[in-house]
Protein backbone atom coordinates (compact mmCIF):
# COMPACT_ATOMS: atom_id res chain seq x y z
CA UNK A 1 0.00 0.00 0.00
CA UNK A 2 2.56 2.36 0.95
CA UNK A 3 4.30 1.73 -2.23
CA UNK A 4 1.72 2.27 -4.41
CA UNK A 5 1.11 5.85 -2.93
CA UNK A 6 5.10 6.21 -2.91
CA UNK A 7 5.01 5.58 -6.97
CA UNK A 8 1.61 7.56 -7.40
CA UNK A 9 3.03 10.46 -5.19
CA UNK A 10 6.01 10.53 -6.87
CA UNK A 11 5.04 10.19 -10.26
CA UNK A 12 2.57 13.16 -9.87
CA UNK A 13 4.51 15.68 -8.58
CA UNK A 14 7.40 14.73 -10.92
CA UNK A 15 5.21 15.01 -14.01
CA UNK A 16 4.19 18.72 -12.94
CA UNK A 17 7.98 19.72 -12.03
CA UNK A 18 8.74 17.77 -16.01
CA UNK A 19 6.24 19.68 -17.65
CA UNK A 20 7.20 23.55 -16.19
CA UNK A 21 11.00 22.55 -17.44
CA UNK A 22 9.85 21.21 -20.62
CA UNK A 23 7.77 23.94 -21.32
CA UNK A 24 10.71 26.70 -20.84
CA UNK A 25 13.24 24.30 -22.95
CA UNK A 26 10.89 23.97 -25.87
CA UNK A 27 10.25 27.65 -26.15
CA UNK A 28 13.99 28.48 -25.98
CA UNK A 29 14.58 25.67 -28.42
CA UNK A 30 12.35 26.36 -30.60
CA UNK A 31 12.99 30.08 -30.96
CA UNK A 32 16.57 30.30 -30.86
CA UNK A 33 18.02 26.89 -32.01
CA UNK A 34 18.41 23.44 -29.98
CA UNK A 35 22.34 22.99 -29.79
CA UNK A 36 22.94 25.49 -26.87
CA UNK A 37 19.57 24.31 -25.31
CA UNK A 38 20.48 20.95 -25.75
CA UNK A 39 23.67 21.24 -23.96
CA UNK A 40 22.29 23.25 -21.16
CA UNK A 41 20.14 20.35 -20.40
CA UNK A 42 22.45 18.21 -20.52
CA UNK A 43 24.90 20.02 -18.12
CA UNK A 44 21.92 20.95 -15.92
CA UNK A 45 21.55 17.32 -15.82
CA UNK A 46 24.72 16.01 -14.52
CA UNK A 47 24.48 19.13 -11.72
CA UNK A 48 21.64 17.06 -10.79
CA UNK A 49 23.16 13.62 -11.01
CA UNK A 50 25.59 15.02 -7.92
CA UNK A 51 23.12 16.96 -6.08
CA UNK A 52 21.25 13.85 -5.98
CA UNK A 53 24.43 11.53 -5.74
CA UNK A 54 25.44 13.55 -2.19
CA UNK A 55 22.53 13.62 -0.85
CA UNK A 56 21.31 10.40 -0.94
CA UNK A 57 23.86 8.97 1.34
CA UNK A 58 23.81 11.53 4.09
CA UNK A 59 19.96 11.12 4.59
CA UNK A 60 20.30 7.70 4.76
CA UNK A 61 22.93 7.82 7.60
CA UNK A 62 20.54 9.24 9.44
CA UNK A 63 18.88 7.13 12.15
CA UNK A 64 15.36 6.08 10.59
CA UNK A 65 12.80 8.02 13.40
CA UNK A 66 15.06 11.57 13.10
CA UNK A 67 14.74 10.61 9.43
CA UNK A 68 11.21 10.47 9.44
CA UNK A 69 10.10 13.47 11.36
CA UNK A 70 12.74 15.66 9.34
CA UNK A 71 11.45 14.43 5.86
CA UNK A 72 8.01 14.25 7.05
CA UNK A 73 7.94 18.22 8.32
CA UNK A 74 9.98 19.29 4.87
CA UNK A 75 7.00 17.10 2.53
CA UNK A 76 4.65 18.85 4.86
CA UNK A 77 6.23 22.21 4.09
CA UNK A 78 6.25 21.18 0.30
CA UNK A 79 2.77 19.82 0.53
CA UNK A 80 0.85 22.70 1.73
CA UNK A 81 2.33 25.10 -0.33
CA UNK A 82 1.43 23.06 -3.51
CA UNK A 83 -2.28 22.58 -1.66
CA UNK A 84 -2.37 25.84 -0.78
CA UNK A 85 -2.22 27.80 -4.68
CA UNK A 86 -4.74 25.00 -5.85
CA UNK A 87 -7.45 25.76 -3.22
CA UNK A 88 -6.87 29.41 -4.46
CA UNK A 89 -6.78 28.55 -7.99
CA UNK A 90 -9.76 26.48 -7.39
CA UNK A 91 -11.58 28.63 -5.26
CA UNK A 92 -10.86 31.36 -8.28
CA UNK A 93 -8.83 33.90 -5.98
CA UNK A 94 -5.87 33.11 -7.78
CA UNK A 95 -5.19 32.60 -11.61
CA UNK A 96 -4.73 28.76 -12.58
CA UNK A 97 -1.64 27.99 -14.06
CA UNK A 98 -1.18 28.53 -18.00
CA UNK A 99 1.71 26.28 -19.25
CA UNK A 100 0.79 28.20 -22.95
CA UNK A 101 1.07 31.76 -21.60
CA UNK A 102 4.35 30.84 -19.87
CA UNK A 103 5.21 29.25 -23.43
CA UNK A 104 4.73 32.25 -24.97
CA UNK A 105 6.12 34.68 -22.52
CA UNK A 106 8.98 32.69 -22.84
CA UNK A 107 9.64 32.57 -26.73
CA UNK A 108 8.85 36.75 -26.77
CA UNK A 109 11.55 36.99 -24.60
CA UNK A 110 13.81 34.52 -26.20
CA UNK A 111 13.24 36.81 -29.57
CA UNK A 112 14.04 39.50 -27.42
CA UNK A 113 17.42 38.65 -26.43
CA UNK A 114 20.57 39.58 -27.18
CA UNK A 115 22.68 36.95 -29.04
CA UNK A 116 25.32 36.46 -26.93
CA UNK A 117 28.21 33.73 -28.26
CA UNK A 118 30.44 32.23 -25.52
CA UNK A 119 32.78 28.97 -26.25
CA UNK A 120 30.75 28.22 -29.62
CA UNK A 121 27.39 28.64 -27.36
CA UNK A 122 24.31 30.90 -27.46
CA UNK A 123 24.48 32.12 -23.63
CA UNK A 124 21.08 33.11 -23.79
CA UNK A 125 19.68 29.72 -24.17
CA UNK A 126 22.35 28.01 -22.60
CA UNK A 127 21.59 29.46 -19.50
CA UNK A 128 17.88 29.17 -19.71
CA UNK A 129 17.85 25.69 -20.14
CA UNK A 130 20.12 25.07 -17.59
CA UNK A 131 18.48 26.87 -15.15
CA UNK A 132 15.17 25.52 -15.93
CA UNK A 133 16.10 22.21 -15.88
CA UNK A 134 18.06 22.09 -12.41
CA UNK A 135 15.60 24.39 -11.06
CA UNK A 136 12.60 22.13 -11.14
CA UNK A 137 14.88 19.13 -11.36
CA UNK A 138 16.46 19.75 -7.87
CA UNK A 139 12.73 19.11 -6.11
CA UNK A 140 12.13 16.39 -8.83
CA UNK A 141 15.80 15.49 -6.81
CA UNK A 142 14.31 16.32 -3.31
CA UNK A 143 11.19 13.99 -3.65
CA UNK A 144 12.93 11.30 -4.84
CA UNK A 145 15.93 11.30 -2.54
CA UNK A 146 13.45 12.00 0.52
CA UNK A 147 10.55 9.44 -0.72
CA UNK A 148 13.04 7.11 -1.21
CA UNK A 149 15.42 7.36 1.70
CA UNK A 150 12.76 7.52 4.31
CA UNK A 151 11.14 3.84 2.36
CA UNK A 152 14.64 2.41 1.70
CA UNK A 153 13.42 2.03 -1.72
CA UNK A 154 15.14 4.87 -3.90
CA UNK A 155 15.00 2.65 -6.75
CA UNK A 156 10.86 2.86 -6.65
CA UNK A 157 10.95 6.60 -6.09
CA UNK A 158 13.59 6.47 -9.03
CA UNK A 159 11.20 4.84 -11.17
CA UNK A 160 8.12 6.82 -10.66
CA UNK A 161 10.77 9.63 -11.34
CA UNK A 162 12.12 7.81 -14.73
CA UNK A 163 8.28 6.86 -15.63
CA UNK A 164 7.02 10.34 -15.37
CA UNK A 165 10.16 11.91 -17.31
CA UNK A 166 9.62 9.40 -20.46
CA UNK A 167 5.85 10.28 -20.42
CA UNK A 168 5.92 13.70 -20.39
CA UNK A 169 8.91 13.03 -22.70
CA UNK A 170 6.76 10.93 -25.27
CA UNK A 171 4.13 13.84 -25.29
CA UNK A 172 6.45 16.71 -25.22
CA UNK A 173 7.61 15.24 -28.80
CA UNK A 174 4.13 14.33 -30.03
CA UNK A 175 2.93 17.86 -29.68
CA UNK A 176 6.09 20.10 -29.96
CA UNK A 177 4.09 22.81 -27.93
CA UNK A 178 3.65 23.52 -23.97
CA UNK A 179 1.55 20.61 -22.64
CA UNK A 180 -1.11 22.99 -22.04
CA UNK A 181 -3.93 20.51 -22.17
CA UNK A 182 -2.15 18.26 -19.10
CA UNK A 183 -4.67 19.43 -16.26
CA UNK A 184 -1.80 20.77 -14.33
CA UNK A 185 -3.87 22.47 -11.58
CA UNK A 186 -5.42 19.33 -10.69
CA UNK A 187 -2.07 17.33 -10.55
CA UNK A 188 -0.82 20.14 -8.15
CA UNK A 189 -4.12 19.78 -6.16
CA UNK A 190 -3.49 15.55 -6.10
CA UNK A 191 0.21 16.15 -5.60
CA UNK A 192 -0.23 18.58 -2.10
CA UNK A 193 -2.74 16.19 -0.82
CA UNK A 194 -0.62 13.02 -1.35
CA UNK A 195 2.39 14.88 0.44
CA UNK A 196 0.38 16.49 3.01
CA UNK A 197 -0.68 13.16 3.53
CA UNK A 198 3.20 11.53 3.47
CA UNK A 199 4.38 14.31 5.95
CA UNK A 200 1.17 14.03 8.61
CA UNK A 201 2.16 10.29 8.34
CA UNK A 202 5.69 10.23 8.49
CA UNK A 203 6.29 12.92 10.76
CA UNK A 204 3.97 11.15 13.20
CA UNK A 205 5.94 7.99 13.04
CA UNK A 206 8.91 10.05 13.65
CA UNK A 207 7.02 11.65 16.72
CA UNK A 208 6.31 7.97 18.06
CA UNK A 209 2.62 7.81 16.50
CA UNK A 210 1.52 4.57 16.36
CA UNK A 211 -0.84 4.55 13.47
CA UNK A 212 -3.81 2.37 13.82
CA UNK A 213 -3.27 -0.58 11.29
CA UNK A 214 0.10 1.06 10.12
CA UNK A 215 0.28 1.97 6.29
CA UNK A 216 -3.47 0.92 6.28
CA UNK A 217 -3.80 4.44 8.04
CA UNK A 218 -2.94 5.82 4.75
CA UNK A 219 -5.82 6.21 2.72
CA UNK A 220 -7.63 7.61 5.97
CA UNK A 221 -5.12 10.36 5.72
CA UNK A 222 -5.30 11.03 2.74
CA UNK A 223 -8.83 11.16 2.59
CA UNK A 224 -8.97 13.91 5.74
CA UNK A 225 -6.98 16.04 3.93
CA UNK A 226 -8.77 16.27 0.93
CA UNK A 227 -12.09 16.54 2.40
CA UNK A 228 -10.56 19.27 4.23
CA UNK A 229 -9.22 20.85 1.34
CA UNK A 230 -12.07 20.75 -0.66
CA UNK A 231 -14.35 22.22 2.19
CA UNK A 232 -11.60 25.02 1.80
CA UNK A 233 -11.93 25.41 -1.83
CA UNK A 234 -15.76 26.26 -1.25
CA UNK A 235 -15.21 29.12 1.60
CA UNK A 236 -12.48 30.41 -1.13
CA UNK A 237 -14.70 30.70 -3.87
CA UNK A 238 -17.79 32.22 -1.61
CA UNK A 239 -15.36 34.61 0.07
CA UNK A 240 -14.30 35.26 -3.41
CA UNK A 241 -17.57 35.54 -5.14
CA UNK A 242 -19.13 37.98 -2.18
CA UNK A 243 -15.37 40.39 -2.74
CA UNK A 244 -16.23 40.18 -6.11
CA UNK A 245 -19.79 41.02 -6.17
CA UNK A 246 -19.12 43.92 -3.48
CA UNK A 247 -16.38 45.54 -5.53
CA UNK A 248 -18.48 45.03 -8.91
CA UNK A 249 -21.66 46.90 -6.64
CA UNK A 250 -19.73 49.92 -5.05
CA UNK A 251 -18.19 51.56 -8.18
CA UNK A 252 -18.59 49.23 -11.08
CA UNK A 253 -14.79 48.45 -11.38
CA UNK A 254 -15.77 44.87 -11.46
CA UNK A 255 -13.96 42.09 -9.64
CA UNK A 256 -10.22 42.28 -8.74
CA UNK A 257 -8.02 40.30 -11.32
CA UNK A 258 -6.20 37.31 -10.03
CA UNK A 259 -2.81 36.85 -10.51
CA UNK A 260 -1.03 33.45 -11.71
CA UNK A 261 2.29 33.32 -9.34
Same mark, same amino acid.
Given at each position: ?9 ? =? ?21 ? $? ?87 ? $? ?7 ? @? ?67 ? =? ?8 ? $? ?14 ? @? ?19 ? @? ?13
Amino acid at each position: MRDVFLFLAG =FLACSVEMVEALTIVLAVGVTRG $WRSTIVGVGVATLALAVVIAALGPALTAIPIDALRAVVGGLLLIFGLQWLRKAILRAGGAKARHDEERIYNEEVVAARAARSEVHAGLD $WYSFTVAFK @GVFLEGLEVAFIVVTFGSNQHNVGLAALSAVSALVVVLAVGLVVHAPLSRVPENTMKFAVGAMLTTFGI =FWGGEGAGVA $WPGNDAAIPAVLAFVV @GLALALVVVVRRQHASVAGGA @GGAGGAGPPRAVAR
